[in-house]
């Protein structure tokens, strides 16, 4: 078993930037990615990004266009999503999730999930 905590959510300016982490525990040996998705209101929980556990490797939507960077801390399962130039259609409940494979963006495939934590961008 895998817990995943997300904490750093909050109330930011368009404009602004903001850190989500996601701190992992448990059973974590054979996790290959570590994906951040969002969901916003009446809609599908959508790919942000992802890094492998190794920290080595990022990608991300095209969406966030070049704004937000996925990190690891290393000596610490912690991964970090900085997100910069915030607009209001950030405003999501952000998600963490592990998976074994490597079909990254659809949510279906993660294994495990966080609680999540709530991001709102004001205009």
């Known amino acids: 078993q895998v817990q995943l905590v997300e904490s750093g959510g909050g109330l930011v300016q368009a404009g602004g930037s903001l850190r989500l982490s996601c701190a992992a525990s448990g059973r974590t040996l054979g996790i290959t990615i570590m994906g951040w998705f969002r969901q916003a209101p009446g809609k599908e929980r959508e790919f942000v990004g992802v890094i492998d556990w190794s920290g080595d490797g990022t990608l991300y939507a095209d969406s966030v266009n070049g704004r937000f960077t996925i990190s690891r801390e290393n000596a610490k399962n912690t991964f970090y999503l900085q997100m910069n130039s915030l607009t209001p259609e950030a405003t999501a409940v952000y998600y963490c999730?592990?998976?074994?494979?490597?079909?990254?963006?659809?949510?279906?495939?993660?294994?495990?999930w966080g609680q999540g934590t709530q991001v709102t961008v004001s205009s």
């Open positions: 999730g592990a998976t074994t494979r490597a079909d990254y963006r659809d949510p279906m495939i993660y294994d495990y």
